[in-house]
C-alpha cells in the first residue's frame, strides 16, 4: 500500500501529460491530398506575381505586342508579394523598373501559353532572380 501511493501521482503525472496528436498534421494531409486531386491546369489563361525580397518598391508592367497594358502593379513594396494576376496569352513584355537611381530596371519579352505562371522574384541585391516561366 506505501508503493501504491508512491506510484500514483508518478501515473497521475503521465496520464496527463501524454496528448493525443491534434488534429494539425491531419489538415496538412488533407491539404496534399486535395491539391493532388485536383484536375490539371486547361485553357487557364497565363498568370504572373512578384515576390519582392529586395530593399526598395517596384512597378511591374506587362505589355502585350501592340503596347496595350495587360497588368500593371505599381509600388510593390519591399518584403512583400503580390497576388497573382493573369492575362491573355501570346508573347508579352514584363517589365520591372524602379525610380530608384542606382537600380537597373529589367525588361524581359516571353511567349505566355495558357496554364503557363511566371513567378518574378527580386532578390536581396534588387535584382530578378529567374525568366523561367513554369507550367501548372
Aim: net charge negative.
Amino acid at each position: 500500500m506505501k508503493n501504491l501511493l508512491r506510484f500514483m501521482p508518478l501515473m497521475a503525472l503521465v496520464l496527463f501529460t501524454c496528448t493525443a496528436d491534434s488534429n494539425e498534421n491531419d489538415v496538412q494531409i488533407d491539404s496534399l491530398l486535395f491539391e493532388q486531386n485536383q484536375p490539371p491546369c486547361v485553357d487557364d489563361d497565363p498568370i504572373t506575381r512578384v515576390v519582392n525580397n529586395g530593399t526598395i518598391p517596384f512597378d511591374l508592367i506587362v505589355l502585350a505586342n501592340d503596347g496595350t497594358v495587360l497588368v500593371d502593379i505599381p509600388n510593390i513594396p519591399a518584403n512583400t508579394t503580390t497576388s497573382w494576376a493573369s492575362f491573355p496569352q501570346g508573347e508579352v513584355l514584363f517589365s520591372v523598373k524602379s525610380n530608384q537611381t542606382g537600380v537597373q530596371d529589367d525588361k524581359v519579352v516571353l511567349q505566355m501559353n495558357t496554364c503557363m505562371a511566371f513567378d518574378i522574384e527580386i532578390d536581396a541585391t534588387n535584382q530578378i532572380v529567374s525568366y523561367t516561366p513554369i507550367m501548372l
